[in-house]
Structures are given as structure tokens and as C-alpha cells.
């Protein structure tokens, strides 16, 4: 070991004969960030960040607009201050994103900037992702050196599930860098008991809320009781610093939330996802606790648990299983559990290495164990939520997971090399090497006639490494021969450790995705890259009823031998139907063969599908329509006389016109159709006041709002969370306005009432 603190080796100072010295060391800030950098260090942190952007910018128009209900907000807010402030979808201001608007600025500004365009909405997102990874770095050397930051950089980077959402409009992406300066904030200030540091903690938590509400606040618990506990300075110093991070969380996160809720309602746009248009109804319920317990009045699986009970969804509702193993099932594993069960060891390898610390002391070792408990515990108390909670839950929302685990395989893999000559130690590394490469062999098994020469070369390579650090450790000490074997076993190791995920996310990379349900790599055998998995033919088959898919009707009839396109290999990768098996881009696909009842899929052969209310052909609930020139056309002409060009059913189709258009459409519904926004009388307020010109309703006389079976619930239906409003919207509408085809979409001119009606 030496102070320069060389590659996977100590994180700790070597303690030298000079007592003097070494007490004068505990006294300064106990971190490897005042040891001398090692000349490799810089190049190569440099390249971990140049290869992070590359990874996360290569191919990035593919996906297109992405996900397009916050793409068309984000073009909303582009152009309207207004829209902007409220994350509203529209820049007339009709209602909001079912979110805070926090990650939308950023976003926004570029397009602002630069214009409206893929890059212009995507390459802040794969910024955000270098900037976690840089933060990431830092946060994992101050204590284990550059070796083990780096090893934490690279990990994460090539999480697939990573480096999906870095290339997405979703907030997860500014929630995950927020999570992850949090943490590097607290760390900061446990290193000395720094109250600035703890105060910004609480101002980025704060943000955090602004950008996925209650999400926010899953690591509060663990980082606030750590500090608490393990703070040097006297405990009443501690409450009082966790008072002022605690009322900087409230002003940084608050303050919108306080002008919204004090501004008049009829001066602002609706909260979208609320059923009273409030947006602490919308935190506290289908944004919070709902996600808990299911309960989620208004959402896409909304009710799952009051109507269908736990065994409707499998214990998940309509989204899974849960349990302790729901972050290695087919559907997940794959994004975010290669290096996981790593993690879990190097967790506990790490406390039991560092335990013997003090508490009230700066010393190294104190401060790596504070480590250990506030990224471990982070990523316990979201590991634990994520796998037992009954409401909505996508595959990319492990993202959060990331950062958590990249770290604890970095700082851990430090602790045990450095403890490398025990026996203890050596079995551990090498124990984890082999559980590893045996893990990433089932994950590519998962994926049919993925790379198949790569699972069993992965499973070689790790064994090989298991073999050579074990024997390697047990040479005799200061051996040139053994020194070779070790860092050969541990470039092996390592290398096989990170191919399976890198594969997959290569696989991501080279192919779009969109819609409002994604996930990283191929198509596997039993999970979902859209509906169509195994989850929701499940739930089809037991007839589920109230959330998604089919609203409060049910869908019995959705799912023809093996669901949605896509089958047993688990639907598309970009949402509703039309991705590739293998992870192509989602498109308008065929829909559902002879079904009845699921929301958004185009009516294919041989049945009424499930078009419903929500837009042109191939539009759906999860992924918009395809807005064809002579609509985009229409929609132009004489724009500007109108405050909404049209207004669409379900925020999905809505975005996809208004995207192509340039103009606003009015997303009536929100998201799934199902909020009371706007009511019949208002929509008809603005009808007779000239403010909408076209009403987009579907292309033939299927299914859905217009008057069919359908996705009712989903829809807005009758009977759905919003009471009907949308339905009945689309019925007024084709009661009173002649419908006219263009571009394949079915238009009724609100300008123009059939006779005798108004």
C-alpha cells in the first residue's frame, strides 16, 4: 500500500512509523482525496466520461420524440412561460403533465434554444447521465482511492437500464443524478459534521421532489438516521443540522408547490392525475401512497387492488409479482441485477471490514463504513420498496438502483483487495466473481438465441477468475508470479462481469426507443418491453379488473395466445404494440387478433381490436399515433386563430399532433383519458367561444369512447376514474359535428355543427 493510493489497491493511508505524523493525519480530513494523484488517474477519468457520452449520444435520434406525453410538454414549455412553470402538455394551459415540471426545464430551455428536435429534447438526459457518473467518482475516490472510482464509473455506465433512461425524456434520469449528489452531499458532510453540506443535501432532495414527488424522499430515512448516529460533533449540534437540511428540503421543494396551490384554479392549467386538481392530491395519492398500496384512483392500473384484490395482478395488481425476488425476475433482471447480488455481498464484506471504527471520530475507516451504510442503505430501503409495492411499476424505474449498487461493487471490491491476504477475503472476491458470471449466464440465457456464444464465454472467463484470485491471494506474499496472476484474474473478472450488461446495452443503443413503457436490451423469455409480457396476459387470463389493461370493464378477451405482438418474447420494446421482438423501435403494429377491451392497441385481423377514443390509427394509451401530412396540414391551417388546434382523447395521441403540428391539442383526460379535464360543460364553453377548431376521434366506428366496449376505464369511459368525461365529450362531438377522414384520422370541425345542433 502507499499514499498514492494505486489501482485496487488500499483505500486507506498506510500507516507509517511516524506517530506524530499519523496523528496528525486523523486530524485532517480523513479521505483519499488529499493523497497525490496516480498520472494515470486523470486520463482515465477523462475517458470514463468521454466513453459515458459516447454510449448515451450514439444513435440518440433513433428514439425519436421518445416518450411523447413529456415531449409535447416539453414543446409547451418552449414556447409558453406559462407552460413551462406548470409542465403543462399544451401551451394553451388545459392541464399538466401527471408529474412536477422540474425535469421538463431542462429540456425545455434546449428546445427554447436550439429548437424542437429528438437532440434537442435527449441530449440534456445523456448529459445528466456523465454528470452522475462524475459525481459517482467523486463521491466513491474521497475515501477509496481512484481505482475504486473508477471501477464505480464504469459499472454504472454500463447498467443497461442506465444507459435507457440517460437516452429518454423521462424524469428518472434528473431524479437519479439528484439521488446521487444527495448522497455525495452527505458524505461530504459527515466528513467533519459540515452544515453547508447537509443543508445543500436537503435543497437537492428538495429538487428531487419537484421531479418525481414522494421518490424523492425513499432515501430520507437512511441518510438522515446515519447522520444522526455516526455525525462527528455532539448530538445536539447533529438535530440541529438535520432541522435547517430538513426546512431547506421544505423551501427548495416547496415553494412551487405553494404557488400552485394558492394560484386561482381557473387561472391555471389542471393537475393532470389528480380527480379534484390538486397537486398535493396527486402527491399523496396516484404519485404516492398509491404507488404503495395500489390504490391509485385515476392511474392506467388504478383500482387494480380495490376491484381485482391481491391475486388479480399476482400480489402486483396488473404490474407483476411481488416479493423479494422481483428484481431478478424475467422482466427486471435484466435492467438492473447483473452486479446486484455483488453488491449485497460487497455490502456486507464492507461492514464487517470497517465495523471496528469509531463513531465519533474522522479516522479513514469510520468514514468508509459511513460509506458502506449510506449507499447500502439506500439502496435497501429502494430495492425493498421497488419490490413490494402493488401500484404502477415499470422496469425503468430501477434506474434509481444504479448509482447504489455501482458503488458498493466499487468500494467493495477496494475493501476486499486490500484485505486480499486473509482467507476470508480471498474466498469472498473470488466467490463473487463465480456468482456473478454465473448470473449474467441465466440473464443472457433469458434473452432466446441472444448471443449464446457469449453467455458460456462469460461463465468461463468468471470461473477462470474465481480460480486465479483465489490461488493467486494464497501465493506466497511479494511474489512476482502471484502479483501477475492477481491482476490478471481481476482483469478477467472484471471484464467478465461487465459483458453481459455492455451487450445489452449496445443492444439498446443501436435501436429507438418509445413510448411510455421501455426497457434495455432484448426481447427474454417471459418478460415485457411493452404489454404484452407474461404480467399481462396473466392478468388477462384472470380476469382483471379496474387498472390496466381493459379499465374498469376488464380484459377477458385482450390477450390471444401469447398477448400482444411479440409473444413469449415479451411484446415490443417501445411501448404499445409495434417494437421489434429485439428491441426495434415502436411503431403503429397490428393489435390485438380477435380480442376485445385492451386500451390502445390498433385494431388488427379478424377482430374490433381496441382503438378506443384515443386517437387516429395505431394510436393508443402508452404510445401515440402517427400524425400523417394531410392531418398535420389541417392542423396548421389558420392555427393561429385558435387557442387548441384540436383536442384528442388521451394525452399519448394528443402529443403525437401536436409534436408533428407545431400547435397546441388539448389532451382531453390527461394521460389515460381518465381525469375530469375538461368537464362537458367547459369543452362546450370552449366550442361556442371558437377556442378549439378540430376534434380528433378515431378512424372507423370500432371500439372505445366513441360508443363500443373497448378500453372504457382506460379511456375515461363510463364508469372510468374521470365519471365519464371524456366519453361523453367524444359523444357530443359525434352527435353534433360531421366527421371527415384525413390522413387516415377521423376530424369533426367544431366550427362547423351539423344543423339544428349546438
Known sequence: MTTAVPPLDSPFPERGPNAAADAARDQAPATAATAPRPRWERPAYLALLLGTAALLLWNLSASGYANSFYSAAVQAGSESWKAF????????????????????WPMALSVRLFGLGSWQILVPQALMGVGTTAVLYAAVRRQFGPAAALLSGVTFALTPVAALMFRFNNPDALLTLLLTVTVYCVLRALDGAHTKWLVLAGAVIGLAFLTKTLQAFVILPPLALLYAVCAPTRLRRRLGQLLLAGLAMVVAGGWWVAIVELWPAGFR?????????????????????GRISGDEVGSVGGGARRAGGAGAGGGGGGWGETGIDRLFSANIGGQISWLLPAAL???????????????????????????????????????????????IFHEYYTVALAPFVAALVG????????ERGGLAASLTLSATVALTAWWSYALLGRASGYLPWLRWTVLAAGLLAAAGLLIGSRWRPGSRTGGRLLRGAAALGVGAALAGPFAYCLTTVDSGRSGSIVTAGPAVAGGVGGPGGMRFKRAAAEGFRGGFPGGPQGATQGAPQGGFPGGAQGGPQGGMPGGAPQGGQAGAAPGVQGGQGV??????????GARSAMGGPGGGLLNGTKASAEATAALRANAGGYTWAAAAVGAQNAASYQLASG???????????????????KFQEYVKAGKIHYFI???????????????????GGPGGPGGGTSSAIAEWVKAGFKATTIGGATFYDLT???SGTS
Do not use: H
Not at 397546441?664 to 360543460?681: E, H
Not at 366513441?706 to 379511456?715: D, I, K, P, T
Open 697 to 715: 376521434g378515431q378512424n372507423d366506428g370500432g371500439t372505445g369512447a366513441e360508443g363500443g366496449q373497448g378500453a372504457r376505464g382506460g379511456a
Open 752 to 754: 362547423a355543427p351539423v
Open 663 to 681: 400547435e397546441p391539442v388539448m389532451p382531453i383526460g390527461g394521460f389515460n383519458g381518465s381525469d375530469p379535464s375538461p368537464t362537458l360543460a
Open 269 to 289: 392549467p389542471y393537475i393532470g392525475g389528480s380527480q379534484n386538481n390538486s397537486f398535493l392530491e396527486l402527491t399523496l395519492g396516484y404519485n404516492g401512497l
Open 599 to 608: 386500451p390502445g392497441a390498433a385494431g388488427g385481423a379478424g377482430g374490433r
Open 345 to 391: 455481498i460487497m455490502l456486507v464484506a464492507g461492514l464487517v471490514i470497517t465495523w471496528r471504527a469509531r463513531r465519533a471520530t474522522d479516522s479513514v475507516e469510520s468514514m468508509a463504513r459511513a460509506a458502506f451504510l449510506a449507499w447500502g442503505g439506500c439502496l435497501l430501503i429502494t430495492g425493498l420498496i421497488f419490490s413490494y409495492m402493488q401500484g
Open 411 to 418: 468500494m467493495g471490491v477496494a475493501v476486499l483487495w486490500e
Open 85 to 104: 412553470f406548470f409542465g403543462s402538455s399544451d401551451a394553451g394551459n388545459s392541464i399538466t403533465v401527471d408529474k412536477p415540471p422540474a425535469a421538463l
